[in-house]
């Protein structure tokens, strides 16, 4: 038998499905800071000789993706922290 208006279910929405993960893309930007801030950091401190600030822009660069992976880290585990 059909089921008419009355017998759907509305409460079911995407975030229902196990395999729906709407905090996935935290966890790719955690990773894009993180390889961004390595690589700022090997180019400040390697590549770039004769700035004598660049290892103290290295270690900024490393601190401010530090933050963002943390950020991100936290927002994706969020879900965890405040169902209990």
């Not at 208006?5 to 990773?31: M, V």
């Not at 600030?53 to 994706?76: N, Q, W």
């Not at 585990?77 to 405040?82: D, G, M, P, R, V």
Request: charged share 20%.
């Amino acid at each position: 038998m059909a089921k008419t208006h009355k017998q759907i279910d509305y409460t079911k929405s995407k975030y229902h499905n196990p395999k729906y993960r709407p905090r996935a893309w935290l966890w790719w930007i955690a990773f894009l800071f993180a390889a961004g801030g390595g690589a700022l950091y090997y180019y400040f401190t390697e590549v770039v000789e004769f700035d004598p600030t660049s290892d103290m822009k290295g270690i900024i660069a490393l601190v401010v993706a530090g933050v963002g992976v943390g950020v991100c880290t936290i927002s994706a585990t969020a879900h965890l922290w405040f169902r209990r």
